[in-house]
């Protein structure tokens, strides 16, 4: 977002801009049809409790990368100035350093998560007390220590937009960590077959951000400079805490209380709607908020007006998609992989229906751009709030799928404040609120019949 913002404001024409979007939304459908497509040849190769294995351990990575979020790259991005050696010097320093505490604590971590299974403070059978997962955890501090060697000339390629370079970058580094995960998942059926492909996916990333055209950086130091980022970023910290307990708190709760197995499940649900999810966010972040900004630069009464538009085709998307799974979720994991799997698709039914409450991301980023994000934050924090309280609650009074529901049911927590928004903002409350559930019924008869053919 921070990207698209700058640009935004400064002199890159429409036209370019539309362009570096457009690069950035085939980016994403790219990214997310190999991501698809990886799972569904090492479904064929690996059980659904490596999977889960596999999904506990990356929520435990990016809990802490989350933990630790400076800013370095949003301070280089942002920053006034052009960016000049010193300062990017400092600042992959400062990467470098938060690399080192990073794989420290990653592994202090794994060392915690062994102790407090063998002491019985995680309850048995549960993915995050299997004997596997603290030493994949492990594995994790040497991705944090990879990507601490990242080149600068990351963070200048989204400061210029240069958004068909990373896309290739992106691209080319899953691709070869995806053949490395599947020739060694075919080789030897392992939880480690994922998470080598984590890792070289990472070496390949860091080794061709040196290859970007840009002066070489070289790591130095500069007290002022690092005041600033520092500063900056701990204001990027507090946002990624709660971004993070808002969007992944649903698996840290779900990691102690079920199985791998049924973990793998969800990981499997998660995936298969984490194309409509990610493709929403590319849309929010590269082309709705800019679009907004500048139509509140025109005035307010334009801004309203392509907010209702946008609104209203989201939630025909939304609700659209959200019914088709809701009908159809059993069916569509059947076709896409074996037997063993099958509990996946009603969880997928359930997890479905949280996409409608993400229709308000829309109006996230109107809050964005008139300078509001305290809003986004209040939701954020109710969100997880609910998180916390609702999951223990319907697992202890229906097991998983009270738990899977109450996931779902969290996801509406920050409508109160969407609408609270647009009372005092004097937009229309409920024009246009016919329409998601409407095409929530559409979809989900669709998929019904769909499922009965």
């Not at 009603?346 to 509001?372: D, H, N, P, S, Y």
Request: hydrophobic share 60%; glycine share 10%.
């Amino acid at each position: 977002m921070s990207v698209v913002a700058t640009a935004a404001t400064g002199a890159a024409l429409p036209g370019g801009l539309l362009r570096v979007a457009g690069w950035l939304l085939a980016s994403n459908l790219s990214a997310q049809t190999l991501r698809l497509a990886s799972n569904l040849v090492l479904a064929r190769l690996l059980a659904p409790e490596m999977f889960g294995l596999m999904a506990a351990a990356l929520t435990v990575y990016f809990g802490l990368v989350m933990l630790s979020d400076l800013g370095v790259w949003q301070s280089v991005v942002q920053r006034n100035q052009a960016p000049d050696a010193r300062f990017l010097g400092t600042a992959m320093s400062i990467q470098m350093l938060r690399a080192l505490l990073l794989a420290a604590v990653v592994l202090s971590f794994a060392g915690a998560l062994a102790w407090g299974a063998a002491a019985g403070l995680i309850p048995p059978g549960a993915v995050f007390a299997d004997a596997r997962l603290p030493w994949m955890v492990a594995g994790f501090a040497l991705c944090a220590l990879i990507q601490g060697g990242e080149s600068m000339q990351l963070a200048m390629a989204q400061r210029e937009l240069r958004a068909g370079e990373l896309a290739r970058l992106e691209i080319t580094s899953q691709l070869v960590g995806t053949a490395v995960a599947i020739s060694l998942a075919f080789l030897r059926p392992s939880p480690w077959a994922l998470l080598a492909g984590a890792l070289v996916a990472a070496a390949v990333r860091t080794g061709l951000s040196h290859r970007l055209p840009g002066a070489r950086t070289r790591p130095c130091w500069n007290a002022a400079d690092a005041w600033d980022m520092v500063r900056f970023g701990r204001w990027i910290l507090l946002s990624s805490l709660i971004g993070f307990a808002a969007s992944q708190g649903e698996k840290l709760i779900l990691g102690s209380l079920l199985g791998a197995v049924e973990f793998g499940f969800v990981a499997i649900a998660s995936t298969l709607l984490g194309g409509a999810l990610s493709l929403l966010a590319a849309l929010n972040a590269h082309l709705l908020f800019p679009a907004f900004s500048a139509a509140l630069r025109r005035g307010g009464d334009d801004a309203r007006a392509l907010y209702g538009r946008t609104q209203r085709l989201a939630d025909l998307m939304l609700g659209a998609v959200a019914g088709l799974l809701w009908g159809g979720g059993p069916l569509l994991v059947g076709w896409l992989y074996d037997a063993r799997y099958a509990g996946a698709g009603w969880m997928l039914q359930v997890l479905a229906i949280g996409l409608v409450a993400t229709r308000f991301q829309v109006l996230e980023q109107m809050m964005f751009a008139q300078g509001k994000a305290a809003y986004v934050t209040s939701s954020n924090l109710l969100r997880a709030l609910l998180l916390a309280i609702l999951i223990p609650v319907g697992f202890r009074l229906y097991g998983t799928p009270g738990a899977l529901w109450a996931v779902a049911a969290s996801q509406f927590a920050g409508w109160p404040v969407a609408l609270l928004f647009k009372r005092r903002a004097g937009m229309p409350i409920l024009a246009g609120e016919w329409i998601w559930p409407l095409a929530l019924a559409a979809g989900a008869a669709l998929g019904s019949a769909l499922s009965r053919l």
